[in-house]
């Protein structure tokens, strides 16, 4: 294990992961969660995160590569079951905000995935 901690009981979104904070879950699996944002951009706005804690992509080494790759590589499917439509004409946008001059709020790694209809509240 490279990460020294698995769960921050301070993390808002650990929290999501526990259940202690609810959300509208868009997907599970071992590894990784997906949930609606609560302050959506976009008509179709979810957040994916590995349910262990980790702060950022700032952090991520070798041995994540395997959930990074497959939450990349969910992210189009599950974008495309939340509505987003098919490429090209629809498409969507996947961000990742990596500290604070990178635009990140909550310090728990998450893609966020955007789509749908334009215009967008922001982006
Ligand atoms: P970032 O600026 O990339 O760290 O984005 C954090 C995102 O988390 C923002 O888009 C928030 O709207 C979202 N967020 C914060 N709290 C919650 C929550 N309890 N449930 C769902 N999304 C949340």
């Known amino acids: 294990m490279t990460h020294p901690?698995?769960?921050d009981p301070a993390c808002i979104f650990c929290k999501i992961v526990a259940g202690q904070i609810p959300s509208r879950k868009v997907y599970e699996d071992d590894?990784?969660?997906a949930f609606h944002d609560i302050a959506p951009?976009?008509?179709v706005h979810f957040?994916?995160?590995?349910?262990r804690h980790i702060a950022s992509m700032?952090?991520?080494t070798e041995a994540d590569q395997g959930w990074l790759g497959r939450m990349m590589t969910l992210a189009p499917r599950l974008a495309l079951e939340q509505g987003c439509r098919p490429y090209?004409?629809?498409g969507f946008r996947i961000v990742v905000n990596t500290g604070l001059e990178?635009?990140?709020e909550v310090h728990h790694l998450h893609l966020h995935v955007m789509g749908g209809p334009r215009p967008w509240l922001k982006g």
């Open 102 to 104: 990178g635009g990140q």
């Open 88 to 90: 090209p004409e629809g």
């Open 41 to 43: 951009w976009a008509p």
């Open 31 to 33: 590894e990784l969660l």
């Open 58 to 60: 700032a952090q991520v």
């Open 5 to 7: 901690t698995d769960h």
């Open 47 to 51: 957040l994916m995160v590995p349910k």
